[in-house]
Nanobody, 127 residues
C-alpha cells in the first residue's frame, strides 16, 4: 500500500528550529518529485517546498525562502524539511506529498499535481 507518514512536528518558540521527516512506503518514491505543503486552520493548503527526484533541484515559497531547507535521502526513502527562524505565521499542519511518476520532473506548486499525501503533522510556533 502506498503511504507517506510525516513526523517531527511539535511546539516551538518563535526563532527556533524544527525538522520534519516524511517516510515513504514505496521505494519508487526515491525517483519522484516530492513536496511539502502546509495548511493553517480556516485557510487553504499552500505550497512550501519541493525537491527533484535526484535531490539536486529545490523550490521554495517566498514565505519560507532562506529559512526552510528541503532534502531527501533515497537510501532511506525519506524526505526532510528543516525549518529555521520559525515565525508564528508558520503554524500549520504540514503535509508531505509525492508526484505520481518519476518522469514528471516539474517542481510544481499546485497541490493537484501531487498524487500521494501523508496524514500531516502539526507545527505550532508560539510568540
Amino acid at each position: 500500500q502506498v503511504q507517506l507518514v510525516e513526523s517531527g512536528g511539535g511546539l516551538v518558540q518563535a526563532g527556533g528550529s524544527l525538522r520534519l521527516s516524511c517516510a515513504a512506503s514505496e521505494r519508487t518514491f526515491s525517483s519522484n518529485v516530492m513536496g511539502w505543503f502546509r495548511q493553517a486552520p480556516g485557510k487553504e493548503r499552500e505550497f512550501a517546498a519541493a525537491i527533484s527526484g535526484s535531490g539536486t533541484s529545490t523550490s521554495y515559497a517566498d514565505s519560507v525562502q532562506g529559512r526552510f531547507t528541503i532534502s531527501r535521502d533515497s537510501t532511506k526513502n525519506t524526505v526532510y524539511l528543516q525549518m529555521n527562524s520559525l515565525k508564528p505565521e508558520d503554524t500549520a499542519v504540514y503535509y508531505c506529498a509525492a508526484r505520481s511518476t518519476y518522469y514528471t520532473r516539474t517542481l510544481s506548486r499546485m497541490q493537484n499535481d501531487y498524487a500521494y499525501w501523508g496524514q500531516g503533522t502539526q507545527v505550532t510556533v508560539s510568540s
